[in-house]
Nanobody, 120 residues
Framework: VQLQASGGGLVQPGGSLRLSCAAS????????MHWYRQAPGKERELVAG???????NYLDSVKGRFTISRDNAKNTVHLQMNSLKPEDTAAYYC???????????????WGQGTLVTVSS
């Protein structure tokens, strides 16, 4: 199983970015997908999550600015980030809690980080 993240970059304060993460491999079912972030010198924190059924949750500081969505058919999750602030600068990681083909329980898988820099 692989998770491939994309979409990071440099953006000015107030700007927007869209992150995407595609899961591939022997996947039976994806229970939930998440975006985490880790800024230099800080712990990794959960930014947003979405279940297979579409229920979402967000870090308080991104509510109203970020939107998580997923395409179950393509095993893909997106994070639309608007009104970006310098404090959003971090490496963003996608995470999937999924069941592999032949497995009976779910496990967590991580993608590589994609760097988001918000600066003028």
């Amino acid at each position: 199983v692989q998770l491939q993240a994309s979409g990071g970059g440099l953006v000015q304060p107030g700007g927007s970015l869209r992150l995407s993460c595609a899961a591939s491999g022997s996947i039976l079912s994806i229970v939930a997908m998440h975006w985490y972030r880790q800024a230099p010198g800080k712990e990794r924190e959960l930014v947003a999550g979405i279940t297979r059924g579409g229920s979402t949750n967000y870090l308080d500081s991104v509510k109203g600015r970020f939107t998580i969505s997923r395409d179950n058919a393509k095993n893909t999750v997106h994070l639309q980030m608007n009104s970006l602030k310098p404090e959003d600068t971090a490496a963003y990681y996608c995470n999937a809690n999924l069941i592999r083909v032949g497995a009976y329980t779910s496990n967590n898988y991580w993608g590589q980080g994609t760097l988001v820099t918000v600066s003028s």
